[in-house]
């Protein structure tokens, strides 16, 4: 089975059940990529996984986001079994983007999380459109596939995407890259941005 609009909620509610089940703690999920586009109604598509990028804490100045190394023993357990259940494969839950804490995260990536919870126990933060612009043109640019799709169906006007060139550079630092990024702005009709960076 593959995780779509129509399943979402019932994938992450059933989650949140096996946490109590395997005597899991409250945790907050930091959620990006495909599921996170589907969960805000951004793009409509399935994939085949949830990629976590790290663990939200609620504090008094806002959320702060943290990375996790490995996920706790309940929450592989409990992935197991939902994952047994609906047909998921393996690491249907993964920590796939987690060294991008690493590499640095957006200015005000923080403030525009989208928060849902799935119950007593599971609450995701789904990253917000302009973070998805800026993941996606970083994955969108030396290939061709569903990332270039993802991110010319969000519609970027040119400043957002003026702001993740600029951004996406700081991810990547060679040479090749560079030039990599503006031969496709270049073929995407951005060529003003391409000149600018």
């Known amino acids: ?6 399943n979402l909620n019932k994938i992450f509610s059933a989650l949140d059940r096996q946490l109590g089940v395997y005597g899991g703690a409250p945790i907050n999920l930091v959620v990006c990529g495909g599921t996170a586009l589907a969960a805000l109604g951004l793009v409509s598509r399935t994939t085949k996984d949830v990629d976590v990028l790290a ?7 806002g959320i702060k986001v943290l990375k996790i190394d490995e996920f706790p023993r309940w929450l592989k357990e409990a ?5 047994r259940d609906f047909g998921l ?27 849902k919870r799935y119950g007593k126990y599971l609450t995701v933060y789904f990253i917000g459109r302009t973070d998805q612009i800026f993941f996606k043109l970083y994955a969108a ?11 010319f169906t969000l519609k970027p006007a040119e400043k957002e995407m003026e702001a993740a060139a600029k951004w996406v550079l700081t991810q990547d630092v060679s040479e090749g890259f560079y030039l990599a990024l503006k031969d496709f702005l270049e073929r995407y009709g951005y060529g003003d941005i391409a000149k600018g960076i």
């Not at 663990?55 to 100045?61: I, L, R, S, V």
């Not at 992935?79 to 994952?83: H, R």
């Open 89 to 115: 494969p393996e690491d249907w839950l993964n920590l796939g983007p987690a060294s991008q804490l690493e590499s640095g995260l957006p200015n005000g990536f923080e403030k525009r999380l989208v928060k």
């Open 55 to 61: 663990q939200a804490e609620e504090t008094e100045e």
């Open 79 to 83: 992935a197991e079994t939902v994952g």
């Open 1 to 6: 089975m593959r995780i779509g609009p129509e």
């Open 141 to 151: 640019v030396d290939r061709n596939d569903y990332h270039v799709q993802d991110l």
